[in-house]
């Protein structure tokens, strides 16, 4: 073996320059992602703080969807999606998972019929350790198509603090500069609290992209839909959906099955607020059984982010800019909530960061 031989003066300073200049970049690349370098960019902490104004900061709390009850069981795939994607989770067989049905809002006492929307987030663990997580909601469009108008969308909402309640003309003017909400505005307009998250349908509402095993991409959207649904509504109790779930599933499983939606050439997939047509195929990739509930406060829910650009292996994230905004804020989101719980009383600091793991 020959020793290298020694380094020039003008290779050692051409070394520092190239180190200094990596380190310019990363520190320029996280300003630019913290905001410090554009003020006034839309970013991730303004868009929680937002959140925060217009419901107040309920320590230890998600800061949408606060008000939510775990729930566990399995995917029990059929094989139908496998040949669209190689995600171990399509092969036949069984899949652990553990969800969370909520209702929107950054108020974990909120009564359940002061919105008609449910959502449902589900975490499959693979036998390979990789996760698939996906967050769903009971509507098939979202009212916007971006990070910033979702956020405008928030900044007309907050109450005005003379009366706690938001600003009707603020929302109508919101409103009448964004016709992209026409489907939304269309759908809410029948929706009314539903009596049941186990009667609801969940939909992905943005688009992902699945892998097959020769590396062809099949742009896609998912909704679950129950075995068993009714159009009941609403109940006295403030409380009464996760009281209505515990019952159900003491009385057995509830079932839903999983539609995938393939999309045909042209189909919008970075908008969420479009619709494809009902002539799209579709596949029942399997179902989802969920067996037990446990409350949020203490369930195996309580410590995850359901990020949707969390994906195995056959499933990638499609060019919709609401995909990385909602990463971006549910991390913010979580934590803020983590770092508020280690010093809540009577709570243990933790010592791992269950959000680190695949």
Same mark, same amino acid.
């Not at 956020?151 to 003379?162: C, K, N």
């Given at each position: 073996?020959?020793?290298?031989?020694?380094?020039?003066?003008?290779?050692?300073?051409?070394?520092?320059?190239?180190?200094?200049?990596?380190?310019?970049?990363?520190?320029?690349?996280?300003?630019?992602?913290?905001?410090?370098?554009?003020?006034?960019?839309?970013?991730?902490?303004?868009?929680?703080?937002?959140?925060?104004?217009?419901?107040?900061?309920?320590?230890?709390?998600?800061?949408?969807?606060?008000?939510?009850?775990?729930?566990?069981?399995?995917?029990?795939?059929?094989?139908?999606?496998?040949?669209?994607?190689?995600?171990?989770?399509?092969?036949?067989?069984?899949?652990?998972?553990?969800?969370?049905?909520?209702?929107?809002?950054?108020?974990?006492?909120?009564?359940?019929?002061?919105?008609?929307?449910?959502?449902?987030?589900?975490?499959?663990?693979?036998?390979?350790?990789?996760?698939?997580?996906?967050?769903?909601?009971?509507?098939?469009?979202?009212?916007?198509?971006?990070?910033?108008?979702?956020?405008?969308?928030?900044?007309?909402?907050?109450?005005?603090?003379?009366?706690?309640?938001?600003?009707?003309?603020?929302?109508?003017?919101?409103?009448?500069?964004? !016709?992209?909400?026409?489907?939304?505005?269309?759908?809410?307009?029948?929706?009314?609290? /539903? @009596?049941? =998250? +186990? #009667?609801?349908?969940?939909?992905?509402?943005?688009?992902?992209?699945?892998?097959?095993?020769?590396?062809?991409?099949?742009?896609?959207?998912?909704?679950?839909?129950?075995?068993?649904?009714?159009?009941?509504?609403?109940?006295?109790?403030?409380?009464?959906?996760?009281?209505?779930?515990?019952?159900?599933?003491?009385?057995?499983?509830?079932?839903?099955?999983?539609?995938?939606?393939?999309?045909?050439?042209?189909?919008?997939?970075?908008?969420?607020?479009?619709?494809?047509?009902?002539?799209?195929?579709?596949?029942?990739?399997?179902?989802?059984?969920?067996?037990?509930?446990?409350?949020?406060?203490?369930?195996?829910?309580?410590?995850?982010?359901?990020?949707?650009?969390?994906? !195995?292996?056959?499933?990638?994230?499609?060019?919709?800019?609401?995909?990385?905004?909602? /990463? @971006?804020? =549910? +991390? #913010?989101?979580?934590?803020?909530?983590?770092?508020?719980?280690?010093?809540?009383?009577?709570?243990?600091?933790?010592?791992?960061?269950?959000?680190?793991?695949?």
């Amino acid at each position: 073996m020959h020793d290298s031989p020694p380094l020039s003066g003008r290779n050692v300073l051409a070394r520092f320059a190239l180190i200094g200049l990596v380190l310019i970049v990363m520190v320029l690349a996280f300003g630019y992602v913290s905001g410090w370098l554009t003020p006034h960019r839309l970013t991730a902490q303004r868009l929680v703080n937002q959140l925060q104004a217009n419901a107040g900061v309920f320590a230890g709390y998600r800061r949408n969807h606060a008000k939510g009850v775990c729930v566990a069981g399995y995917f029990d795939s059929n094989g139908q999606a496998q040949v669209y994607s190689d995600a171990l989770v399509f092969t036949p067989g069984r899949t652990p998972v553990v969800g969370r049905f909520a209702i929107p809002g950054g108020n974990p006492y909120a009564p359940d019929g002061s919105v008609p929307i449910r959502s449902l987030a589900l975490r499959f663990t693979q036998a390979n350790g990789q996760q698939w997580r996906t967050g769903m909601n009971s509507m098939p469009v979202f009212p916007v198509a971006t990070p910033q108008a979702f956020y405008e969308l928030l900044q007309a909402q907050q109450p005005d603090p003379s009366t706690g309640k938001p600003d009707s003309t603020k929302i109508g003017a919101f409103f009448a500069a964004h !016709p992209e909400t026409a489907a939304f505005r269309e759908w809410v307009k029948t929706a009314k609290p /539903s @009596a049941s =998250y +186990a #009667t609801e349908s969940y939909w992905s509402l943005n688009a992902f992209v699945l892998v097959d095993a020769n590396g062809e991409k099949h742009p896609v959207r998912w909704r679950v839909v129950p075995e068993t649904s009714d159009t009941s509504t609403g109940g006295s109790d403030a409380d009464y959906l996760e009281a209505d779930l515990t019952r159900r599933l003491a009385q057995g499983p509830r079932h839903w099955h999983l539609i995938v939606t393939l999309a045909n050439p042209g189909d919008p997939t970075d908008d969420a607020t479009k619709t494809w047509p009902s002539d799209r195929r579709e596949i029942d990739a399997g179902t989802l059984v969920l067996t037990g509930t446990e409350t949020q406060e203490s369930g195996e829910c309580r410590d995850i982010n359901y990020d949707p650009t969390v994906l !195995p292996h056959g499933i990638e994230i499609s060019g919709d800019p609401l995909l990385p905004a909602r /990463s @971006a804020a =549910y +991390a #913010t989101s979580y934590l803020r909530r983590t770092s508020e719980e280690a010093h809540l009383p009577g709570t243990a600091v933790a010592t791992s960061n269950p959000e680190t793991k695949p």
